[in-house]
Structure formats: C-alpha cells, structure tokens
C-alpha cells in the first residue's frame, strides 16, 4: 500500500476514545435564551417574573466571578462589595440625573474602577493572603455608608428614582427582560473573550505559572485583566439590583453574599458559564426555600442560618456525586452511556 492510499486511513477516522465535539457558536446560545426568556415572561406570574429577573442579575456576577475563579484561579471573598459598588453608583446618579442608561454605564465604569484597583494589589498575592485582601474589602465598603451618611444615608440607604415601564408591560416582565438584556450581552461578552487567547492566557496562568511565564505570558498584567473583567460584571449586576428594589442598603450586601457567590460558582461548575447560571438560579431558590422552613418552623433564627446551612449541604453533596459541578453533570451521564455501550 502507498502512503497516499495509507493517508485516508487515519485522517477520515476518529480515533478510539477521541471525543467529537461541536462547538455551538454562544450567539446561537444567546439568542435561543433570549427567546425562551421572554416566552417565560408571558405565562410566569408577577413574582416568578421577579424571580426570573433576579437570576439574570445574579447570572452576570457569576459569570464574572467564574472568569476570576474558575478560569484564572483567583479566589475572591469580596464580590459582595462590588456590586454594592455599582448599586450605590447608579442610586447617586439616578438620583441626580434621571437617566437610566447613564446611570448603568456609571455603575459599570465606577466598580470596574475599583476592580482594577484590587486587581493591581491582588496579583501581587496569593492563596489565603489573597482571600483576605478581598475579605476586608468586603468589610470596609458598608463601612463606608456609615463614616459618609449624609451621601448614603448609612443604613437606611438610598432610594432610586426610575421611571415607570410602558403601560402595556406589567413591572416584572419589564424588569426581567431588562435584567436577561443585560446579562445575555455580559456572557455573549465573556464567552467569546474567553474564546481567544485571552481565555487561552487565563488558563495557562491558573494551570501553571512559571510555565505561563516562559510561554511569554505576562502574569501580572493577565490577573489584573481578569480581576477588571470581573468586576465590570459584578457592577453590571449591582446596578440591576439596584433598579430591580428600586433602593440599596449595606443590608442588601452583606459579607455572607460574597459566600453564597463563591459557593455558587463552585455548585454550578467552576470554569463553565453554564455552571455559573446553574449558579445563579441556586442563588435564587435556595434562600426562597430556606425562608419558607424557616417560616413554617417558627423560628427566626433558624431562618437567618438555614440558607448557609442549605449551601453547605447541597456543596457537600454535589462535590462528592458530581466533583465538577451541575454543569458536569450531562457530560458524565454521556461518557457512562459510551462506557456501557
């Protein structure tokens, strides 16, 4: 046999055990998800519709924080802080000006900031010096709202003037489909930027260091990218939150929120966008559910510790059936199902 005749052979074959993947382009995603949330809109209550809403917030911190995380391996206490950082951005200039979309680019241009600012001073560290430099920013910025109450207003906060919806729109379905417009754009943003080399630098940064180094990838410069990146979309979500009570408190952005965004992240699948959203809806339901026991036992104790309790349970139990997250999930059924056949 020739070695053209011999080619075919091996470049029309798979080989054994090579996995065939397709990669759907993220806006054909994108698209489909804009599509099913708006149907959802129309047969979900009001409040489903406000809970839809609030995923969509949740969704572009988790996305962020799993660009931070889960692709560069920067461990962050402190997202908590960042969106109250955009909450309070868009109050103060909603407040004065009136104009939403204004405001929004504020939100986003303030938080990403300070995102950079942290990131200069976290890629100097790492590991548990790291976690705490993000702690005490989770600390300090309520603390802030105190020292200057007559900007904001300390713990009674601030209310936010928004202009009503179109009269044909109920609030809630308003509401979340300005919530998924938002955080549709961020993941479409964050996943083709985590596409190209800047994803491919965010990985081998997060894998190995020196070896990044002597690939000629600038670690410094790539961690504080990452950091900014992330804090764009944590002051994306901030200002959502903001308009979606239409008031921000320190009360609305206390330390355990930076907790439940790392344990949500890390539940829904590091490393994955979709994991993040599985994230985000756990955000949602898992409080909800933790409030409605806490409720029917009658105790209001119970009820401020059962929603960490609930997340430390369901983090336990997902890590030991499924160590890569929800997101994992489909591919391990699939490989079992390749296995036994």
């Given at each position: 046999?020739?070695?053209?005749?011999?080619?075919?052979?091996?470049?029309?074959?798979?080989m054994?055990?090579?996995p065939?993947r397709?990669?759907?382009?993220?806006?054909?995603?994108?698209?489909?998800?804009?599509?099913?949330?708006?149907?959802?809109?129309y047969?979900?209550?009001?409040?489903?519709?406000?809970?839809?809403?609030?995923?969509?917030?949740?969704?572009?911190v988790?996305?962020?924080?799993?660009?931070?995380?889960?692709?560069?391996?920067?461990?962050?206490?402190g997202?908590?802080?960042?969106?109250?950082?955009?909450?309070?951005?868009?109050?103060?200039?909603?407040?004065?000006?009136?104009?939403?979309p204004?405001?929004?680019?504020?939100?986003?241009?303030?938080?990403?900031?300070v995102?950079?600012?942290?990131?200069?001073?976290?890629?100097?560290?790492?590991?548990?010096?790291?976690?705490?430099?993000?702690l005490?920013?989770?600390?300090?910025?309520?603390s802030?709202?105190?020292?200057?109450?007559?900007?904001?207003n300390?713990?009674q906060?601030l209310?936010?003037?928004?202009?009503?919806?179109?009269?044909?729109?109920?609030?809630e379905?308003?509401?979340?489909?300005l919530?998924?417009?938002?955080?549709?754009?961020?993941?479409?943003?964050?996943?083709l930027?985590?596409?190209?080399?800047?994803?491919?630098?965010?990985?081998?940064?997060?894998?190995?260091?020196?070896?990044a180094k002597?690939?000629g990838?600038?670690?410094?410069?790539?961690?504080?990218?990452?950091?900014?990146?992330s804090?764009?979309?944590?002051?994306?979500?901030?200002?959502?939150?903001?308009?979606?009570?239409?008031?921000?408190?320190?009360g609305?952005?206390p330390?355990t929120?930076?907790?439940?965004?790392?344990?949500a992240?890390?539940?829904?699948?590091?490393?994955?966008?979709f994991g993040?959203?599985?994230?985000?809806?756990?955000l949602?339901?898992?409080?909800t559910?933790?409030?409605?026991?806490g409720?029917?036992?009658g105790?209001?104790?119970?009820?401020?510790?059962?929603?960490?309790?609930?997340?430390?349970?369901?983090l336990?139990?997902?890590?030991?059936?499924?160590?890569?997250?929800?997101?994992?999930?489909p591919?391990?059924?699939?490989?079992?199902?390749?296995?036994?056949?």
């Amino acid at each position: 046999m020739t070695a053209i005749e011999a080619r075919p052979a091996t470049s029309t074959k798979t080989m054994p055990g090579a996995p065939r993947r397709r990669r759907v382009h993220p806006a054909i995603v994108i698209v489909v998800g804009a599509v099913l949330v708006v149907a959802l809109t129309y047969v979900l209550p009001p409040f489903r519709n406000y809970q839809l809403a609030t995923v969509g917030a949740y969704f572009c911190v988790t996305a962020g924080l799993t660009v931070l995380t889960g692709l560069n391996g920067q461990l962050s206490l402190g997202h908590g802080a960042l969106m109250a950082t955009g909450a309070y951005t868009l109050a103060l200039s909603q407040n004065k000006w009136e104009n939403l979309p204004l405001s929004f680019a504020l939100a986003v241009l303030v938080t990403t900031a300070v995102g950079a600012v942290i990131g200069l001073a976290a890629a100097r560290l790492r590991g548990p010096y790291l976690a705490g430099l993000t702690l005490a920013v989770a600390i300090v910025v309520p603390s802030v709202t105190s020292t200057f109450d007559e900007t904001f207003n300390s713990d009674q906060g601030l209310s936010v003037m928004l202009n009503p919806p179109p009269e044909q729109y109920p609030m809630e379905q308003w509401q979340a489909w300005l919530c998924w417009a938002a955080a549709l754009i961020v993941v479409l943003l964050l996943a083709l930027l985590v596409r190209g080399r800047f994803g491919r630098d965010l990985r081998a940064v997060r894998d190995d260091e020196t070896a990044a180094k002597l690939a000629g990838i600038n670690i410094a410069r790539t961690q504080v990218l990452a950091f900014v990146v992330s804090a764009a979309c944590a002051g994306v979500a901030g200002a959502l939150f903001a308009y979606l009570a239409q008031s921000v408190s320190p009360g609305a952005f206390p330390l355990t929120l930076s907790l439940f965004l790392l344990m949500a992240i890390v539940i829904g699948g590091l490393g994955s966008l979709f994991g993040a959203l599985w994230g985000a809806l756990l955000l949602v339901v898992l409080p909800t559910l933790s409030q409605s026991v806490g409720e029917h036992a009658g105790s209001q104790r119970l009820e401020g510790n059962l929603a960490l309790i609930v997340f430390g349970v369901v983090l336990v139990v997902v890590m030991l059936a499924a160590p890569g997250g929800l997101a994992s999930i489909p591919s391990r059924i699939s490989r079992l199902i390749r296995r036994n056949r």
